[in-house]
């Protein structure tokens, strides 16, 4: 299943310390839990995985992490 897959991928990135491939993995993690009604869910894989980066417009990912992110935050 695509939600195994990506755990898989995020723990991965973890043992190699990628973050940068963590990041991606836990967000299109996140979006699929967003997308099921999963909120709780999307905002805490997303928020651990972007912890320790910081906040930069260089890096696609994380400007759209932390948008995402406090999207989740207003929805709780």
């Given at each position: 299943m695509a939600e195994?897959?990506?755990l898989t991928a995020i723990a991965v990135?973890?043992?190699q310390m990628a973050k940068s491939f963590e990041l991606?993995?836990?967000l299109v993690l996140a979006k699929?839990?967003?997308s099921t009604g999963r909120a709780v869910d999307a905002q805490a894989?997303?928020?651990a995985a972007l912890e320790g980066?910081?906040?930069?417009p260089e890096i696609p990912e994380i400007v759209e992490?932390?948008?995402?992110l406090a999207t989740l935050?207003?929805?709780n």
């Open positions: 195994e897959a990506f990135a973890q043992q991606r993995a836990a699929l839990y967003q894989v997303l928020a980066f910081p906040p930069t992490g932390q948008e995402l935050e207003k929805l």
